[in-house]
């Protein structure tokens, strides 16, 4: 539970191994600080060696740069690259001091690894720049091809790192990886700001010149961070001068400290006063990748694919002699047949793939380390095409996403830290396990929760169809223990994965589940088809109809009346030769509920099926359409009820039809099989007009729960029925002794609460209910735990009764 002081901006879905965290969780489990900046403190996370969290201070920001701030602090959890820092989640303080963001932690960074080269006088190896570089300008064209929307609505394309340098970019603990971070003043591409943000040694002319910024700013720096690292000291291009007296027509870069050709070649297109002249992050990878093969590189890439080679040899050995056991075990366990040779042959392709990857890389470079050899000279990237060592190997893949694509459950385990990092086709380890087929990998990434919440029914919700096929043979038929609300809808307990995407019309996933899970029930009877039926998914209606249709809830209900309540009439049509006149616990058919809540349309396509069963007469249809010709007609017809009771008054007066109640007045006083009246239907449904024709008959009476046309009207908050109501009903109460004051409370319809509140606000229960208890006011029900989410209802209710202390509520 969110601690009561802070709040959580945009929190992400949880995670395993990433907890959501409360502001109280992170103060008791803060550690030491692991850094310091212009903005905030980092700190460890006691118990999360992997995460870290950073506080920053929001003193003195107006509420405008606070919006901004927190828009951009939600945009930067979206972002998924191997090289951005991974961020977890916002929380801000409620107080608005401090906003916390959980991050995933790192070794240390590249300033750190510069000066540790600096001290030792150690050059930094050409290839370790390309390696680090190549990966800064894939998390750099990442950045610059985001498309978000921004705080005011608008789509844009593009984010600007604006503070890049050695400080912000982390390294892992071998130097292998780097991660950009410090995103805490990014702003879209699209926007220029007027507050210089960043550090001067590496901004570009124009942020210098006219405090501009955009992708090729971020270039800019991404080329001092290439001269840092190729030198060991940063460039200094101004001197004692002014940037305008240096950036000039014709500037050029004084590179002579710069070695290597090809790392002078690529600053000297980075270093270009204009920044429509600079490469793009995109441009410099391609640029990059060709670099990386000069003779003595290529050497060592051929020594890495040997031994690349050689351990992948040595999987295909294992992974044959589990070949040779799995076959002798199908000949005694033939059930397992097909799932067998299908894992077989993804195994076998996998393996094949990959040999012809490593072979190839190998040929093609020994090839060019000839050439090299005889042309004696290293090349430039400019001389190089095609694809190199870097698309043969593609690097993007982490441990985790290849032990999930081979379904290797030890080594998934060592590397759970890495399951939102996404590679180069934009594949999580999850993603690549589902293709794979490895369902009990998907386990192991998507664990059941405390509400019995698996990972198949979590793909079927997404509709993930891969992800689905792989966990079948495992979590099939299992159930959610506890029940959850989908816009609104409340989805009950003991739910499956085919109600699930059912409920989200997910049809390609409700045909991969039909077989498995076709006519299971959850707790109050419903199946996948109703399920379906409630959301007006015809296409799942349709693959669902022969395993389920026919079958009823816990109160009766067929898939058709669920259809027919919820006003689906394309569902209604699949459902016509299936499941007509049949009727629910209360004696209602499909077409009644289509009547009861106002689907005309519905109304028509049943009456040729049920107008018969449901027993309605000529005179109800014509109240129920309003046809005021036909009504006259048959007036002789009046005083008889359908199936439920009804009259034709009721219906008309359902339905706002005046003139019909009008030409019905001698059915005034009738109720039907709920001893419903028709002033209290025309009171829920807001016809103030019927109701004024239908009070002096029929006002003050009670259905069979004690209810009042008051009550029908407070719970669906008709003004205006109120007031006429009121002198005839106010101060009456139900069988349990809820006044309609009380009912407005618990919904939450402020102005019906003052309407009513003078003549009924100290009115009392008689018996148990909602978690009241007996002798409670409408005062302690809008102090009680019904009305927590409804902070306005809590605030008109002070208003009128008084300031209401909340009580500890104790349920019996």
Not at 83 to 89: K, M, T, V
Not at 342 to 370: G, H, P, V, W, Y
Not at 579 to 585: D, L, W
Not at 720 to 731: D, H, R
Request: with cysteine.
């Amino acid at each position: 539970m969110i601690d009561k002081d802070a709040h959580t901006l945009d929190p992400p879905l949880k995670r395993l191994g990433v907890p959501v965290f409360d502001l109280g969780e992170l103060r008791e489990r803060e550690g030491s600080v692991l850094g310091r900046g212009a903005f905030g403190v980092v700190r460890s996370i006691e118990g999360y060696p992997g995460l870290a969290v950073k506080e920053i201070r929001l003193d003195g920001l107006g509420e405008s740069a606070l919006q901004s701030l927190r828009f951009e602090l939600t945009t930067l959890t979206t972002l998924t690259h191997p090289g951005i820092l991974r961020c977890h989640q916002v929380v801000e303080d409620k107080d608005g001091d401090l906003i916390h963001i959980v991050m995933a932690r790192h070794d240390t960074s590249l300033e750190t690894l510069i000066m540790k080269h600096r001290r030792r006088k150690e050059p930094v190896p050409t290839r370790m720049i390309i390696a680090l570089v190549g990966q800064i300008t894939s998390a750099l064209a990442y950045l610059h091809s985001a498309r978000r929307i921004g705080a005011n609505g608008d789509p844009y394309q593009g984010i600007v790192h604006r503070d890049l340098k050695p400080a912000n970019i982390l390294v892992s603990e071998d130097g292998n990886r780097v991660v950009l971070a410090d995103f805490g003043l990014c702003r879209s591409a699209m926007t220029s700001g007027s507050t210089r943000a960043g550090s001067p040694a590496y901004m570009a002319p124009e942020t210098l010149l006219y405090n501009s910024t955009s992708p090729a700013s971020d270039i800019w720096a991404l080329g001092v961070i290439i001269y840092e690292l190729a030198t060991l000291k940063r460039p200094d291009f101004l001197g004692d001068k002014e940037p305008k007296d240096v950036f000039i027509n014709r500037w050029k870069p004084d590179l002579s400290a710069i070695e290597d050709d090809s790392v002078r070649s690529i600053l000297e297109k980075i270093f270009v006063p204009s920044p429509e002249k600079r490469p793009t992050a995109r441009s410099l990878q391609e640029l990059l990748h060709p670099s990386i093969s000069s003779t003595g590189m290529l050497r060592l890439r051929i020594a890495s694919l040997e031994d690349a080679l050689g351990a992948a040899g040595a999987r295909t050995d294992a992974l044959e002699e589990a070949v040779a056991a799995l076959k002798d075990t199908i000949d005694a366990q033939s059930i397992e047949i097909s799932t067998l040779r299908r894992d077989l042959a993804i195994k076998s392709s996998a393996i094949d793939s990959l040999k012809q990857q490593f072979t190839k890389a190998i040929e093609d470079l020994k090839q060019q380390l000839a050439e090299d050899a005889i042309s004696l000279r290293p090349q430039t990237p400019s001389t190089i095409t095609g694809h190199t060592i870097l698309s043969a190997l593609d690097s993007s893949w982490t441990p985790l996403m290849c032990a999930a694509f081979f379904g290797d459950v030890e080594a998934a385990k060592r590397h759970l830290n890495e399951m939102d990092e996404r590679n180069s086709d934009g594949d999580t380890a999850y993603t690549l396990a589902a293709k794979a087929g490895q369902g009990t990998i998907l386990e192991l990434l998507d664990p059941t929760d405390e509400d019995g919440v698996t990972a198949l029914i979590r793909a079927a919700v997404r509709g993930d169809v891969n992800a689905v096929r792989a966990l079948i043979p495992l979590q099939k038929g299992k159930k959610m223990a506890r029940d959850t609300y989908i816009n609104g809808l409340r989805i009950s307990i003991g739910v499956t994965a085919l109600m699930m995407a059912a409920v989200h019309g997910h049809a390609k996933v409700v045909k991969l589940l039909v077989e498995e899970e076709g006519g299971m029930k959850d707790n109050i009877g419903r199946t996948a088809l109703m399920w379906a039926e409630s959301c007006g998914h015809s296409r799942c209606v349709k693959l669902l109809i022969e395993k389920e249709a026919g079958m009823r809830d816990n109160y009766g209900y067929t898939a058709l009346m669920v259809a027919a309540q919820g006003g689906c009439a394309e569902c209604i049509k699949l459902l016509l030769n299936k499941e007509t006149g049949m009727q629910n616990i209360w004696g209602s058919t499909a077409l009644m509920l289509a009547a009861h809540n106002m689907h005309p349309e519905c109304v028509e396509l049943l009456m040729e099926k049920e107008v018969g069963i449901s027993e309605w007469t000529k005179l109800m249809y014509a109240a129920y359409r309003g046809d005021v010709d036909t009504v006259r007609s048959s007036l002789h017809m009046k005083g008889e009820r359908d199936i439920g009771g009804w009259t034709a008054l009721m219906r008309a007066a359902e339905q706002g039809h005046e003139q019909v109640v009008e030409l019905l007045t001698e059915e005034r006083g009738m109720t039907n099989n709920s001893h419903q009246t028709a002033l209290m239907w025309a009171a829920r449904n807001g016809h103030p007009g019927c109701v004024r024709l239908l009070l002096e008959k029929e006002g003050g009476m009670l259905d069979k729960y004690g209810g009042t046309a008051l009550m029908f009207a407070a719970e669906h908050d008709h003004i205006e029925c109120i007031k006429l109501l009121l002198e005839k009903e106010a101060g009456m109460r139900d069988k349990n002794g809820w006044t309609a004051l009380m009912r407005a409370v618990l919904v939450g319809h402020t102005e019906c609460v003052r309407l009513l509140a003078e003549e009924e606000k100290d009115m009392k229960t008689i018996r148990e209910r909602f978690g009241c208890p007996p002798g409670t006011t409408a005062q302690c029900c809008a102090a009680g735990p019904q009305s927590a989410g409804q902070p306005e209802i809590s605030r008109v209710a002070r208003s009128i009764f008084g300031h209401v202390r909340r009580r500890r509520w104790v349920s019996k």
